[in-house]
């Protein structure tokens, strides 16, 4: 069974553009969740859809944003870019809500350099 | 807001040596995750923990689960280079869901603990 994919792999934009980055789950999850993570603030929580619907949202502005699509691939998009978002995002897909003693499944995330 | 604390944050052992990583966590939860990712790597499974007393093993690795305590441990037994890596605990609260109702899949992590195994 494929794993979590994640395009691009890395990506280098500079200050001010936007970015799209991709999050294909495994087959069979519906449940997407996003992560950032930097060596200052570790791994933080960004956003969580099922069923095309965003259902958690962590503390982050609104420059980021996401969407699932009916297939349950999901893209988020960082707009108006700092040298602060330069991390990588992680996707981790799983079954669904109320699916208890299943963990998250992890992408090999997106490392994005902001310049 | 739930904080998610371990300890040690580094952690440089012998090989053959025992340790142990503590994870507390402040607010109730029965739902406990533990991750090992190498470096430039993403994050592996490897233990789910969901009630209180619960204990799982898995080769050299214990997890094990204190609800009352809001304490997971993380036990290493006779340690082994391979397991040079860093390792982090989650929590996964059910939360209000945007969308109505209530959801988990917001896991809150902790700072992870680097670890280093030598001869």
């Known amino acids: 069974k494929a794993g979590v994919t994640q395009t691009p792999r890395y990506l280098i934009k500079t200050r001010g553009q936007q970015v799209t980055l991709s999050c294909s789950p495994i087959s069979g999850h519906r449940s997407v969740s996003w992560y950032q993570q930097t060596p200052g603030q570790g791994l933080q929580f960004l956003f969580e859809?099922?069923?095309?619907?965003?259902?958690n949202k962590g503390n982050f502005p609104g420059r980021f944003s996401g969407r699932q699509f009916s297939n349950s691939r999901s893209e988020m998009n960082v707009s108006t870019l700092e040298l602060g978002d330069s991390a990588l995002y992680l996707c981790?897909?799983?079954?669904?809500?109320?699916?208890?003693?299943?963990?998250?499944?992890f992408g090999p995330g997106t490392r994005l350099l902001v310049l | 807001e739930l904080k998610v604390e371990q300890n040690p944050l580094f952690l440089s052992m012998q090989e053959g040596k025992n340790y142990t990583i503590y994870c507390n966590y402040s607010t109730t939860s029965d739902r406990l995750y533990w991750y090992r990712q190498d470096p430039g790597k993403s994050l592996e499974s490897l233990f789910v923990l969901l009630s209180n007393g619960a204990v799982k093993q898995e080769g050299r690795l214990m997890a094990s689960l204190d609800t009352k305590a809001r304490l997971s441990t993380l036990h290493i037994t006779a340690a082994v280079h391979d397991l040079s890596a860093t390792y982090f605990c989650a929590v996964d609260l059910r939360s209000s869901s945007n969308a109505g109702g209530t959801s988990y899949g917001k896991l809150t992590f902790g700072q992870g603990t680097i670890l280093t195994v030598h001869p």
């Open positions: 981790a897909s799983s079954l669904g809500p109320g699916q208890r003693g299943r963990p998250q499944y």
């Open positions: 859809y099922f069923s095309e619907t965003q259902r």
